[in-house]
């Protein structure tokens, strides 16, 4: 079978499976209508004491199940298949073009060409989308065996799972497409799938407060996008990957051209595009919040795919970046700050979730400070180790969350450890590879980041040691974490059942946690000198950013002393953090309170996040929105309404104008004709009253008349 | 003491008959119009009485007395109808009472 024709079949299967959901899902698990008005109990609705809720599963649930899952392990079957014959081609690059979805359409481009504007329903495979979609599909399907048991008590089971798999069809068609269109498509598809789902439960109003904002966020970021495409299509004539990228490196654009600023603004515009998806500054506010969707959720979209969309479309745009060392400039230093900002929130927070959602903005930042100093590949590598032990520490915290019956206070926790072993040991591990211990992934990818950010052309010693200190940040709240949920002594609320979860979350668990043991070894440090295999993620992906190949292969004489020394130094800090960490939660857990009430300003900082959204709130919610608000309000009073008015008074006033002339003279005409008739008839109305007494009176008038012509004659 | 002459009468006549035909003309009550009336006719009756009784001949007073008998009936049908109108009109003044009028 040809896996690489038939490529179109791998985001066809989660579709068919949202499909199957949204059409038949009520059938297969009808819901009381009444439990949906039940809603206000249900603050993460797995608690296993809130019995109240539950109602009996439907005999054909296990139909969802089968279906969802199943969907996206063909997913993931056929793109092993297509990878590994992708694999067997001389030329690792295959591209299938369904076909056309915006035919033709001349136009003239920046520079008075006449260009031909296209784009397709087309899919490129190539090793950096090979490697996304095995994430995608791999991890996913590890996330949908999960929420069968996390979510099992849910309302809306089916609703829940055609989302997820509508959102791994929106994220295959992201990582697959052709052009920048599609790939756009993709995009805005999994920001919905996104809204939805953090939006999932939405009798909550903070739920559904934080879909919108994370909507709206994405929203500002997808401006600078739609700008970035646009500008490319009039500057390049085309958006799709192949021809963009042989169109830049074939030379005709240069440092020195005409066409040097406007590449760096289109670079900056698809990054700032990518800093709303992937939640980097200024725009990373919305991803914290997202956290009130269900603890799969946030594994899957909101830590291990979605959210490195942005990394994969710069990742993606390698041919731009390169030719743009100031975007470039700009990517890393947005990053390297978004990482260092991220982490020194994540040391106060006390919500297990919100912990990981900072962790998760911090390690993007990483990725992005990768991308900044032109080492793609690294970027892609902490994509892909970070996918593992992050989706890992998520879903262990959906573990406890659910083995503590919905509390995600830190501080209500401890002393899990024996309840919960496998949570425990799982988690563990994942805390140990994001802490950058040796031999697990974590260190593999970060510690290749910070030897890029140090060494590379783009990168400085300042990146560098801001990527130092945030990787000894890291190790602190994630050890932080793990002593105040699993060691010292219990402070779960008492009454409270805790237990294991049951297998279908244990065993996506356990195979986390080996990825995230293993997955590092694909991409060993050059310097232990080990065989090709071992760091065969660089060689796979090489052909995706071969001109950054090239420009990594000039980064002078390898000082293989250095390379060990700062290697030692980010192990040190590892191990510092996570020492001090143990101490203060653990066997001094007074300290920590001593240090708070000593910084209390700098505690409120932290645990306000540095009032980024207060800020936010003033400068655009309340500066922007209702100053905005404000002033198109007295411009409708004003000027619409004043038009409005303006031309009622007129009519009023011409209106006066017509009843005078209409009264006065017209009706006076009228009227003084009648008046002038009934003056002239009035002496021969008073002969035919219809009175007797004055026709009696005329004749007394004419008898007398009678006798005074007799007498006076 | 002066005697009281002709002239007297036809003095006192004179103003009975004027009053009378004020009270004709302007009076609007149809009552007071049919007394007008009465007024005129008795103003009539002095005067034939006085020449009656300064050309001593006895005609004038035996006219006066028709002239009585005339009023009388005058004023019997004129009462008569009146009742009759006002029953159907409920009024007694002249210038309500237009049903030939257009």
């Not at chain 1, 698990?29 to 993460?44: F, I, K, R, W």
Request: charged share 10%; net charge neutral; hydrophobic share 55%.
């Amino acid at each position: 079978m040809n896996f690489l024709d038939q490529i179109w079949l791998i985001p066809l299967f989660p579709l068919f499976g949202a499909a199957l959901m949204f059409l038949f899902g009520k059938k297969l698990d009808p819901q009381p209508a009444s439990d949906v008005a039940l809603a206000p109990g249900l603050a993460e609705p797995h608690g296993h004491g809130a019995g109240a809720h539950h109602h009996p599963a439907s005999p054909l649930k296990w139909l969802i199940d089968v279906i969802c899952p199943g969907m996206v392990l063909l997913s993931f079957l056929f793109s092993v298949g297509a990878v590994w014959q992708l694999r067997q081609l001389p030329v690792r690059i295959h591209q299938v073009i369904q076909f056309t979805w915006i035919a033709g359409m001349p136009f003239h481009m920046a520079n008075g060409h006449l260009a031909t504007f296209q784009a397709d329903w087309g899919f490129l495979l190539d090793p950096l989308s090979s490697v996304m979609i095995l994430v995608v599909t791999g991890i996913g399907f590890l996330i949908h065996v999960y929420s069968t048991g996390y979510m099992a008590h849910d309302n809306g089971y089916y609703r829940f799972f055609g989302y997820l798999n509508l959102f791994v069809f929106f994220m295959l068609m992201l990582v697959l497409a052709n052009n920048y269109m599609l790939l756009f498509v993709g995009w805005e598809g999994v920001g919905l799938c996104s809204y939805l789902l953090i939006g999932f439960y939405f009798h909550k109003k903070s739920a559904g407060d934080a879909g919108k904002k994370a909507f709206i966020v994405n929203r500002v970021g997808d401006a600078g996008f739609i700008l970035g495409m646009l500008l490319m299509m009039s500057v390049l004539g085309t958006v799709r990957f192949i021809d963009v990228k042989s169109i830049l490196s074939s030379g005709q654009f240069h440092a020195e051209t005409a066409g040097f600023g406007v590449l760096s603004a289109m670079a900056v515009l698809l990054f700032f595009g990518a800093t709303g998806k992937s939640a980097q500054v200024p725009l990373y506010i919305w991803l914290p919040d997202a956290m009130e969707g269900p603890t799969p959720v946030s594994a899957l979209i909101h830590a291990a795919t979605m959210v490195t969309a942005g990394v994969y479309m710069v990742a993606r745009s390698a041919a731009l970046f390169q030719l743009t060392p100031s975007a470039s400039t700009v990517v890393a230093v947005v990053g390297a700050f978004t990482a260092i900002l991220a982490a020194t929130i994540a040391l106060v927070q006390n919500d297990i979730k919100r912990v990981l959602a900072y962790s998760t903005v911090s390690q993007l930042g990483y990725m992005f400070l990768a991308l900044g100093v032109g080492a793609y590949w690294v970027a892609i590598f902490h994509l892909f180790t970070h996918a593992f032990f992050k989706a890992l520490l998520f879903l262990g915290s959906g573990s406890v969350i659910h083995a503590v019956g919905g509390e995600q206070d830190m501080r209500k926790m401890g002393g899990l450890k024996d309840k919960i072993p496998i949570t425990h040991w799982t988690m563990f591990i994942g805390s140990v590879a994001i802490a950058g211990i040796p031999g697990l992934a974590g260190f593999f990818s970060k510690d290749e980041i910070l030897w890029q950010a140090y060494s590379s052309p783009g990168g400085s010693k300042m990146l560098w040691f801001v990527g130092l200190a945030t990787a000894g940040l890291t190790a602190f709240y994630m050890w932080r974490l793990m002593n105040l949920t699993f060691y010292g002594k219990s402070r779960v609320a008492a009454g409270t059942h805790v237990h294991e979860s049951p297998a279908s979350m244990t065993v996506p668990l356990i195979l986390l946690a080996a990825g995230s043991v293993l997955a590092g070894w694909l991409g060993t440090p050059k310097l232990w000198g080990l065989t090709w295999r071992f760091h065969a993620f660089e060689t796979w992906l090489a052909p995706s950013f071969r001109a950054a190949a090239t420009e990594a292969a000039k980064e002078g004489p390898h000082d293989a002393s250095l390379e060990w020394v700062l290697m030692g130094l980010s192990v040190a800090i590892a191990i510092i953090g996570i020492t001090i960490a143990r101490y203060f939660y653990h066997h001094k857990p007074e300290i920590p309170d001593s240090i708070e009430k000593a910084v209390k300003p700098l505690h409120a900082l932290l645990y306000n996040k540095w009032y980024v959204d207060e800020i936010y709130d003033f400068l655009f919610v309340n500066g922007l929105c209702k100053g905005g608000g404000l002033a198109l309000g007295a411009f409708d009073r004003n000027v619409v309404d004043g038009g409005v008015n303006g031309a009622g008074w007129l009519t009023r006033f011409s209106s006066k104008v017509s009843i005078w002339w209409d009264t006065w003279i017209v009706d006076g005409t009228v009227r003084f004709t009648a008046f002038f008739v009934k003056l002239l008839s009035y002496p021969a109305c008073l002969l035919q009253t219809g009175r007797v007494q004055s026709y009696a009176f005329f004749v007394v008038l004419g008898v007398l008349a009678a006798f005074g012509y007799y007498i006076a004659r | 003491m002066h005697p009281v002459t002709t002239i007297h009468y036809l003095v006192l006549s004179a103003a009975l008959l004027l009053i009378g035909t004020v009270g004709v003309l302007t009076r609007r009550n149809i009552v007071v119009v049919l007394m007008s009336i009465e007024l005129i006719l008795n103003a009539v009756n002095i005067n034939l009485v006085a020449f009656s009784h300064a050309l001593n001949n006895i005609n004038g007073q035996v006219f006066a007395v028709f002239v009585i008998t005339d009023a009388v009936a005058e004023a019997a049908v004129g009462l008569g109808i009146l009742i009759a109108l006002f029953r159907n009109k409920e009024t007694v003044r002249a210038d309500e009472i237009d049903l030939l009028k257009w």
